[in-house]
C-alpha cells in the first residue's frame, strides 16, 4: 500500500491501481478512462461500492470519497502507474508481435532465459512463483505495469511479453521502451477490429517505434512484409530466415517425430541444433528467439546448451496422449496462415487420414473463413466444421462461410463436444486427430457471455469416463 502525497498532495493510502469497476477492492485507487465503446465515469458508483479510496477523473465534483481531477485519464494514467509501480521499468522488455506465432516465441524466450525471465500473454502472467490470469493476449496497461514491478522486485531481469495488435492499439504498453521487438510474421487478420490491413499494419509497427534507441529489431526475412517493418527501424536490425542476407540463415531442417533437427549459418558458423518443437513455423519462432538472446548479450554456445529447457507451449501444436493408437493434437489455430502451418506439418508425419475440427469466431474478421476453409480442406482429409466462439453471429452462418464447396470431405456437427466426440469414434489405427482454434481455452463465448468451456475437459471426460 502506497500515499499518493508525493504525486498529488493528498493523504490518501492506495493498496492497487484499476480501470475496471469490476475488479476494484478496497482501497484501490479507480482511474475513470475512456476506452473506445466507454466511459469508465459511468462505473463510479460501483467502484465506491467496492471500496476504492480514490477516483483520478476528467469531469464531475463532490465525490464521496477522495478524487483527482485531470484533464486527460488516460495520459495521467501513465504518471499514475510509473510512479506507483516504481520499478516497473527497471526490467528489460521483449516485446513478441506478428499475426502467427507470438506466444511460442515469446514462452520459448521465457524457457531459455529460465528464472531470470517473466512472461506475459495468451497463457497468462508467469514467472518464478508469479502467476496470474489475464483476459487479453496483451494484459490491460495496469496489469502490465504491476507485474513488470513484481518481477523486478522478486529479481528478475527480462519480461516476454506478447504485443498483439488490438493491445497497441488500445496502448496496453504505452510509457515503455522496449530492449528488444520481435516480428514473427505479418498477415491479414482482427479487420474486424482494425477496418483496413493499413491500420492493422500501423499497429503492429508501433511495436518498433516504442524500441529503445540501444535497443535491437528481429525480423523476420522471409516474411513479405519485411521491408515495411525494416524501414521504420531505426536501431541495431538483426533478421532470421532462410533468405542468404539473414543474420541467422535456416539452411535445412528434418523433421522427426519427437524433435527437429536444425542447420544455421550464424557469424559465417555452421551450427546444428536439436530443438524439442515440431513444424516448420516452429523452425522460424525458434530462430526468433535465438537472435532475442543474441540480442542481449548471449553467446551462441550458451544458448545451445539452454535448448533442453524448451517447453511446448500450452495449446500449440500440442499432442495429448491417452493411449490411443491414433495421434491427437489441440493447437490454437485460428487464421489461415495458422492453419496451413500446422496441417502442413501433420501431412509430413502422417500415415493415416487427417481428421480436423475446427470452426471461425463469430464478431470477428468474416473475410478470413472462406480461406480458412480452402486450407483446412485442401490439407485434411477430413473436416468436421463446428462451433468456436460464435458470439452474437448464428453457428450455421459461419459454418457456412467457412465451407469450400469444390470439395466434399466435410461433416457439419454445430456443438463442438459431439464433433469432437464424433471424431475420437471415426478415428482409425495411424490416423491423426486435430483439434484446432481454442487451444487450452478454458470458456466458449456465446452472446455476451462467457461460458464454462475446454477442449481437454472433453477428451479426459471421454477417455476417463
Not at 477492492?25 to 459511468?42: E, P, Q, S
Not at 485442401?378 to 473436416?383: G, I, K, M, N, R
Request: proline share 2%; glycine share 6%.
Amino acid at each position: 500500500m502506497k500515499n499518493l502525497f508525493d504525486l498529488y498532495c493528498i493523504d490518501v493510502l492506495v493498496n492497487d491501481i484499476k480501470t475496471n469497476s469490476k475488479e476494484v477492492m478496497k482501497n484501490d485507487l479507480f482511474a475513470c478512462i475512456k476506452g473506445v465503446t466507454t466511459d469508465r465515469h459511468k462505473y463510479i458508483d460501483e467502484a465506491i461500492k467496492k471500496g476504492a479510496s480514490c477516483l483520478v477523473v476528467s469531469k464531475g465534483k463532490k465525490y464521496t470519497i477522495p478524487y483527482v481531477k485531470v484533464k486527460n485519464v488516460n495520459k495521467e494514467l501513465i504518471n499514475i502507474l510509473d510512479s506507483f509501480y516504481n520499478n516497473a521499468k527497471n526490467i528489460g522488455i521483449i516485446a513478441v508481435t506478428g499475426t502467427d506465432g507470438k506466444t511460442t516465441t515469446a514462452s520459448i524466450i521465457k524457457d531459455l532465459l529460465g528464472e531470470s525471465c517473466g512472461y506475459m500473454g495468451t497463457n497468462g502472467i508467469s514467472g518464478k512463483n508469479i502467476k496470474a490470469s489475464s483476459n487479453n493476449t496483451t494484459p490491460s496497461i495496469e496489469l502490465v505495469y504491476k507485474y513488470l514491478d513484481k518481477f523486478a522486485t522478486v529479481g528478475m531481469k527480462f519480461a516476454s511479453i506478447e504485443a498483439s495488435s488490438e493491445g497497441m492499439l488500445h496502448k496496453r504498453l504505452e510509457g515503455l521502451s522496449f530492449q528488444v521487438a520481435i516480428l514473427t510474421n505479418f498477415t491479414e487478420d482482427h479487420l474486424n477490429v482494425h477496418k483496413t490491413l493499413d491500420n492493422y499494419l500501423k499497429c503492429k509497427r508501433k511495436v518498433f517505434h516504442q524500441l529503445d534507441k540501444n535497443g535491437t529489431a528481429i525480423l523476420n526475412r522471409d516474411d513479405s512484409s519485411y521491408q515495411k517493418f525494416r524501414k521504420i527501424c531505426k536501431s541495431k536490425v538483426l533478421t532470421y530466415g532462410k533468405n542468404k542476407y539473414s543474420n541467422l540463415r535456416i539452411i535445412d531442417f528434418k523433421e522427426e517425430t519427437d524433435k527437429t533437427q536444425i542447420t544455421y549459418i550464424y557469424d559465417k558458423q555452421k551450427i546444428t541444433i536439436d530443438s524439442p518443437l515440431l513444424g516448420e513455423f516452429n523452425v522460424y519462432n525458434l530462430s526468433a528467439a535465438i537472435l532475442a538472446l543474441i540480442a542481449l548479450g548471449y553467446e551462441m554456445s550458451d544458448i545451445r546448451k539452454r535448448i533442453n529447457n524448451i517447453k511446448t507451449p500450452l495449446g500449440r501444436c500440442e499432442f495429448l496422449h491417452y493411449g490411443t493408437n491414433y495421434k491427437l493434437l489441440i493447437d490454437y489455430a485460428h487464421t489461415e496462415n495458422g492453419i496451413r502451418n500446422i496441417l502442413t506439418y501433420l501431412n509430413k508425419i502422417k500415415k493415416a487420414r487427417i481428421i480436423t475440427i475446427s470452426g471461425s469466431a463469430g464478431g470477428r474478421e468474416k473475410e478470413k473463413r472462406g480461406k480458412m476453409g480452402k486450407a483446412l480442406q485442401e490439407l485434411s482429409d477430413l473436416v468436421i466444421y463446428t462451433m468456436d466462439d460464435p458470439r452474437d453471429e448464428d453457428v450455421m452462418d459461419i459454418i457456412e462461410a467457412l465451407i469450400d464447396k469444390t470439395t466434399n470431405n466435410y461433416l457439419i456437427e454445430p456443438d463442438r463436444k459431439k464433433a469432437i466426440l464424433k471424431a475420437l469414434e471415426m478415428a482409425k489405427p495411424n490416423d491423426i486427430v486435430a483439434i484446432l482454434g481454442k487451444g487450452r481455452d478454458n470458456y466458449m463465448a456465446i452472446g455476451n457471455e462467457k461460458i464454462f468451456y475446454s477442449d481437454v475437459s472433453v477428451l479426459d471426460e471421454y477417455f476417463h469416463k
